[in-house]
C-alpha cells in the first residue's frame, strides 16, 4: 500500500488549496481515508475523513465550514478541499488508510496503518 499526498504550497491567508492523497495497492471501496496534520511544535491532529462508503466524519472543530473532504474511485484520489484559509492551519498534512477497516476510526494516529509523506503548505498572513 501506498499514498502519496500532493498540492501543499504557500497560500495567503483566506485563500483556497487542495490537496490529493493518491493511493496504490489496495482495495479502494475496503478504506476509509483520513487527513491528518501536525504544526511545527504540536502533536498531530485529525482533520477530516471518509469512509469507503463516503461518510464524512470531521476531527477537528477548527475546519468546520472551511475544510471539505472527498474521494474518487476512478482516481484512487482523496481530495481535500480548504477554503478561508488561516495561518493556523500551516502545517504538514498527510493522509492515511484505515488498516483495511471501510469506517473512519478515532483520530487516533497508531489505529491507521500506511500513510503518506505529507505535503506542506504554508498560510501567509
Known amino acids: 500500500v501506498q499514498l502519496v499526498e500532493s498540492g501543499g504550497g504557500l497560500v495567503q491567508a483566506g485563500g483556497s488549496l487542495r490537496l490529493s492523497c493518491t493511493a496504490s495497492?489496495?482495495?479502494?471501496?475496503?478504506?476509509?481515508i483520513g487527513w491528518f496534520r501536525q504544526a511545527p511544535g504540536k502533536e498531530r491532529e485529525g482533520v477530516l475523513c471518509?469512509?469507503?462508503?463516503?461518510?464524512?466524519?470531521n476531527y477537528a472543530d477548527a475546519v468546520k465550514g472551511r475544510f471539505t473532504i472527498s474521494r474518487d474511485g476512478a482516481k484512487n484520489t482523496v481530495y481535500l478541499e480548504m477554503h478561508s484559509l488561516k495561518p493556523e492551519d500551516t502545517a504538514v498534512y498527510s493522509c492515511?488508510?484505515?488498516?483495511?477497516?471501510?469506517?473512519?476510526?478515532?483520530?487516533?494516529?497508531?489505529?491507521?496503518?500506511?500513510w503518506g509523506q505529507g505535503t506542506q503548505f504554508t498560510v501567509s498572513s
Open positions: 492515511a488508510e484505515s488498516h483495511g477497516i471501510i469506517h473512519c476510526h478515532e483520530p487516533n494516529p497508531p489505529l491507521f496503518g500506511t
Open positions: 495497492g489496495l482495495t479502494w471501496d475496503d478504506y476509509a
Open positions: 471518509i469512509s469507503s462508503i463516503d461518510r464524512v466524519t
